[in-house]
C-alpha cells in the first residue's frame, strides 16, 4: 500500500503558465480533497470529490479545475498560474463510514510545494 | 457551513510541562473531532479523534476532551518532549456529505 501519492513534490512555474499536480491513492477512498496551506491559513479546502465522477467546491476554488474519473485519481489543474498560488498543495483521501465523508481518518499525500514567479 | 476556531496560534512550554490546545466549531452537526500533527516539511498525521458520542478519549501522554454543548474540543498533551514540537490541527467533521474543516493550527514548540 503506497498510501496517496502526489506528484511533483516541487514545481516552479512563470505566470499564466498551467499544469496539472497528480494526486493517486491505492486504499479504495471513495472520498478524496485538495488542500492548500499558507503560513498562517492552516489548511483551506480548494476542491473535494465524494465519488468518480462528482466534484465540488471549497472555500478557495478559484483558478483551480478537478476532476473525478476513476476512484484513485484526483488532479489538481491550475489554469493560468498567479503569485497568489505559490503555496504547499496537499492531497487527502478517507474512506468515511455510512453516508459520512469526513468523519473517518484522512490520509495526507506528501506535498507539492508550488512557487509562482 | 462549519467553521472551525483554534487557540493559540503559538504555544511555547518548557520540557515535562503541559500544553492545551483548544478548538471551538460552529455546526452542531459535527460529530467527529480529529487531531493532526505536522511536523516541519512533513505532511499532517492524524494522532488522536474522538466522536460525539464521547467525551474523552486518551492515548497514552495525548489526550482529547470533547464539550458538546459548549461545542469546543482540546488537545492535551503531558510531559511534553523536544519531539512533541510541530503544527497541530484539529478538524471537524459529520455523517454528511461535506468534508473536514480545519482550525487554523497551532505552532507547539517544546523548550528543552
Known amino acids: 500500500n503506497a498510501g496517496v501519492t502526489q506528484t511533483p513534490k516541487f514545481q516552479v512555474l512563470k505566470t499564466g503558465q498551467s499544469m496539472t499536480l497528480q494526486c493517486a491513492q491505492d486504499m479504495n477512498h471513495e472520498y478524496m480533497s485538495w488542500y492548500r496551506q499558507d503560513p498562517g491559513m492552516g489548511l483551506r479546502l480548494i476542491h473535494y470529490?465524494?465519488?468518480?465522477?462528482?466534484?465540488d467546491q471549497g472555500e478557495v476554488p478559484n483558478g483551480y479545475n478537478v476532476s473525478r474519473s476513476t476512484t484513485e485519481d484526483f488532479p489538481l489543474r491550475l489554469l493560468s498560474a498567479a503569485p497568489s498560488q505559490t503555496s504547499v498543495y496537499f492531497c487527502a483521501s478517507n474512506l468515511g463510514a455510512g453516508t459520512g465523508t469526513s468523519n473517518t481518518e484522512a490520509f495526507f499525500g506528501q506535498g507539492t510545494r508550488l512557487t509562482v514567479v | 457551513g462549519e467553521n472551525v476556531e483554534q487557540h493559540p496560534s503559538t504555544l511555547s512550554v518548557q520540557e515535562g510541562d503541559s500544553a492545551v490546545i483548544k478548538c471551538t466549531y460552529s455546526d452542531s452537526a459535527s460529530n467527529y473531532f480529529p487531531w493532526y500533527k505536522q511536523e516541519l516539511g512533513k505532511r499532517p498525521q492524524l494522532i488522536i479523534d474522538i466522536r460525539s458520542n464521547v467525551g474523552e478519549k486518551k492515548d497514552q501522554r495525548i489526550a482529547v476532551t470533547l464539550n458538546k454543548t459548549a461545542k469546543h474540543f482540546s488537545l492535551h498533551i503531558t510531559e511534553t518532549q523536544p519531539e512533541d514540537s510541530a503544527v497541530y490541527f484539529c478538524?471537524?467533521?459529520?455523517?454528511?456529505?461535506?468534508?473536514?474543516?480545519f482550525g487554523k493550527g497551532t505552532r507547539l514548540s517544546v523548550i528543552a
Open positions: 470529490s465524494v465519488g468518480a465522477g462528482i466534484t
Open positions: 478538524a471537524a467533521g459529520n455523517s454528511g456529505n461535506t468534508p473536514l474543516v
